[in-house]
């Protein structure tokens, strides 16, 4: 079988484990004893928007090209299913990233620990995060079955500042900040919630020349699951 397509199940049990809830036990060892850190910034360098950025697409993951403080371009997936941005554990250690504490990260696969740093900057072209929270874990393992070299993962943490456009065909993103973004040309807007971090949206019937089941359900977008859409709890599936 082509490991590529075998990916999908490989890095949602993966990455289950960055998208990371503390243990209880171990917050509660934690004692605030210096001033909270500066806040994280979204911003764009110049204007309000960001067009044109060019991406790759394998098996149905996003990846784009961004720079980690003032390093050189590296690939990473964009996942609005992962709740903070997450570095590879080895491209931290050669940038010499300092540690302010680790955590205990649970998941369906299982546990891990990862290490915290603060004050991390993603760059992408015309935008810039900055002051984040990030953690590191290996994941450089996604990297043969994807086929490049993967060095982290933009999370919703970052995602969650923009309206992002993704035109699938000519494989570009567009970003733009929320508080002027108007959307034109031909679609439907379709009401979203928000649960647990994640857009979710229901009720959707038809695609231009496609024909679906009607979901009284939510669906969730998740580009981490490697599919386009997660169906749950559907209730009715007349035609």
Not at 81 to 104: F, H, I, N, P
């Amino acid at each position: 079988m082509n490991p590529r397509r075998q990916l999908g199940s490989t890095v949602f049990a993966a990455i289950l484990l960055m998208c990371m809830q503390v243990d209880a036990q171990h917050a509660k060892r934690k004692v605030a004893r210096h001033p909270p850190p500066p806040a994280a910034t979204v911003r764009f360098v110049s204007g309000n928007s960001s067009l044109n950025i060019p991406f790759k697409s394998s098996s149905n993951l996003i990846l784009v090209q961004a720079r980690v403080n003032d390093s050189e371009p590296l690939w990473f997936i964009f996942d609005t299913g992962a709740e903070s941005t997450v570095v590879d554990s080895k491209l931290a250690k050669q940038m010499r990233l300092k540690a302010v504490g680790k955590e205990v990260g649970t998941g369906t696969a299982g546990t891990a620990t990862a290490l915290i740093f603060r004050g991390v900057s993603i760059k992408l072209p015309n935008l810039e995060a900055l002051n984040l929270r990030v953690a590191a874990l290996p994941i450089d393992f996604i990297s043969s079955p994807v086929g490049r070299k993967i060095s982290g993962v933009i999370g919703n943490d970052i995602i969650k500042e923009l309206v992002v456009e993704v035109d699938y065909e000519s494989q570009f993103i567009n970003l733009y900040e929320p508080q002027s973004y108007q959307h034109s040309g031909s679609g439907e807007v379709i009401p979203i919630t928000i649960e647990e971090n994640l857009p979710s949206f229901g009720h959707v019937s038809t695609l231009k020349n496609t024909h679906l089941l009607k979901v009284n359900s939510s669906l969730t977008q998740d580009r981490l699951a490697g599919l386009p859409l997660i169906l749950r709890s559907s209730t009715n599936t007349n035609s």
